[in-house]
């Protein structure tokens, strides 16, 4: 393992900046660390670190931070961001199983971050921090929540919008032919079918 000790950023490839006291990095993981807290991400998606020089460091050591809860779940989470937006929960837990099968730690080869796989970009336009898993599924339903009411309740378009994009939907004026998007909005729909299926649950409308 490769420790460096500093306040400092790593800046991704994307030119997202992630503040971390210090990292380590152990093959092509690099690990931001900051108090007891630790992020993972690939190496391949860090263009560089930069130090932190807007405070010196602290001449003694932060008082003990009791140690958190148990990490909640994440289909907890997804359910309860679902209720406040007013959202099926099942239709919201079929898209986070098509996104990133419910994983915090899951990051695309794109570099989507978290459950439902937000881009730093997107996440910084959401004012939310894609690391942490509540933020990240809250900007995640919100946006989705976003795009339904963008598109008169079509479930295919928004979901084609979360997927591809907005600008790609309007483009096309639909799903765009693309076959990743077409076929993730067929498994996103056919999942929440079932479940609303398994549960005897009458498929709801997005209005």
Not at 80 to 99: I, K, N, T, W, Y
Not at 123 to 137: G, Q, V
């Amino acid at each position: 393992a490769l420790p460096a000790w500093c306040g400092e950023y790593a800046v991704l490839s994307n030119g997202f900046r992630l503040a971390a006291e210090r990292h380590e990095q152990v093959g092509n993981v690099v690990r931001l660390i900051t108090g007891a807290a630790a992020t993972e991400i690939s190496a391949d998606q860090i263009a560089r670190f930069e130090p932190d020089d807007s405070a010196p460091p602290p001449l003694m050591p932060p008082p003990p931070v009791p140690a958190p809860a148990v990490n909640p779940n994440p289909r907890e989470l997804v359910r309860q961001a679902a209720d406040r937006h007013g959202l099926p929960p099942e239709f919201v837990q079929s898209v986070a199983r098509a996104e990133s099968g419910h994983r915090v730690g899951a990051l695309s080869p794109k570099g989507a971050i978290g459950v439902m796989q937000l881009m730093p970009q997107t996440a910084a336009s959401l004012n939310a921090n894609p690391f942490d898993p509540a933020e990240n599924i809250e900007a995640g339903v919100r946006l989705l929540r976003d795009l339904l009411v963008r598109y008169d309740g079509s479930a295919q378009m928004a979901l084609a919008a979360y997927n591809a994009g907005s600008g790609a939907v309007d483009r096309y004026r639909g799903v765009p032919p693309y076959r990743e998007t077409q076929l993730y909005v067929d498994r996103v729909l056919g999942d929440f079918l079932r479940r609303t299926a398994q549960k005897d649950i009458r498929t709801p409308s997005f209005e």
